[in-house]
């Protein structure tokens, strides 16, 4: 029926903003003295997507687990194939909580395994770092992370809405998911901690929270958006 294929094509576009925009996303980054980094990341999804996601089950392929679960998991396996990653390790901690940990030797090489060769996302040097990611590389984000490339997504994305405001992003998305979405949406944040193999000297667009700490903190509409750059540095010695 087109009434179903219509449908279909709403649910899957639906889920794609789900699963990046419904989250409160913690990532603890540990930089050691090589230039290794360990990764552990707690992901909390809000009641109101889960909700939305069983709603939307019956238009979706049969199968005992819930979409959250099955994505969450296939993310951890696509980590654990990858031979730039170490110790890759994805639980599930709560009802709608999730633990994904990992360690790299080093940045470029992963972005290379993801085939970004000359990454301008991250710079590192041995007593630094910084992130910056604007329209002009997003498409290196692209291509390490596909799922942002999947065209159920791209038109809720940065690319498709450039100049557009948080308060006609928020209309689009109340139109897509009703009254509670965006709210939800607004209140999506992700969180970076970082610490670094020496004494912070000084950072950019964080806050240094310690001897060797920084937090590094931004809406996830901002991202969705990108209408500014998201950027931040750190220096130690």
């Given at each position: 029926?087109?009434?179903?294929?219509?449908?279909?094509?709403?649910?899957?576009?639906?889920?794609?903003?789900?699963?990046?925009?419904?989250?409160?996303?913690?990532?603890?980054?540990?930089?050691?003295?090589?230039?290794?980094?360990?990764?552990?990341?707690?992901?909390?999804?809000?009641?109101?997507?889960?909700?939305?996601?069983?709603?939307?089950?019956?238009?979706?392929?049969?199968?005992?687990?819930?979409?959250?679960?099955?994505?969450?998991?296939?993310?951890?396996?696509?980590?654990?194939?990858?031979?730039?990653?170490?110790?890759?390790?994805?639980?599930?901690?709560?009802?709608?909580e999730y633990h994904i940990a990992f360690s790299i030797d080093d940045i470029d090489s992963l972005m290379a395994e993801f085939g970004v060769e000359n990454q301008t996302l991250f710079e590192k040097t041995e007593s630094s770092l910084s992130f910056f990611l604007d329209m002009n590389n997003y498409g290196e984000l692209k291509q390490a992370v596909p799922f942002l490339a999947d065209p159920n997504f791209e038109v809720y994305g940065p690319e498709y809405n450039q100049g557009m405001s948080e308060a006609e992003y928020l209309e689009m998305i109340s139109f897509l998911l009703g009254e509670e979405g965006p709210d939800a949406i607004a209140n999506g944040t992700v969180t970076m901690n970082i610490t670094v193999p020496g004494t912070v000297t000084g950072a950019e667009n964080a806050e240094i929270t310690g001897d060797s700490t920084i937090t590094y903190s931004f809406p996830i509409i901002a991202f969705l958006l990108l209408n500014e750059p998201l950027s931040f540095s750190v220096e130690w010695q």
């Open positions: 029926m087109v009434y179903h294929r219509d449908m279909r094509r709403f649910t899957i576009a639906a889920i794609a903003v789900i699963m990046l925009s419904s989250c409160t996303v913690t990532e603890d980054l540990s930089i050691n003295g090589t230039g290794g980094i360990a990764s552990s990341t707690d992901i909390s999804v809000e009641k109101f997507f889960t909700d939305v996601l069983t709603d939307f089950a019956e238009f979706l392929p049969e199968d005992n687990s819930s979409i959250m679960d099955n994505a969450i998991a296939s993310f951890g396996d696509g980590l654990a194939n990858m031979a730039a990653i170490n110790d890759a390790e994805t639980v599930k901690t709560g009802e709608r």
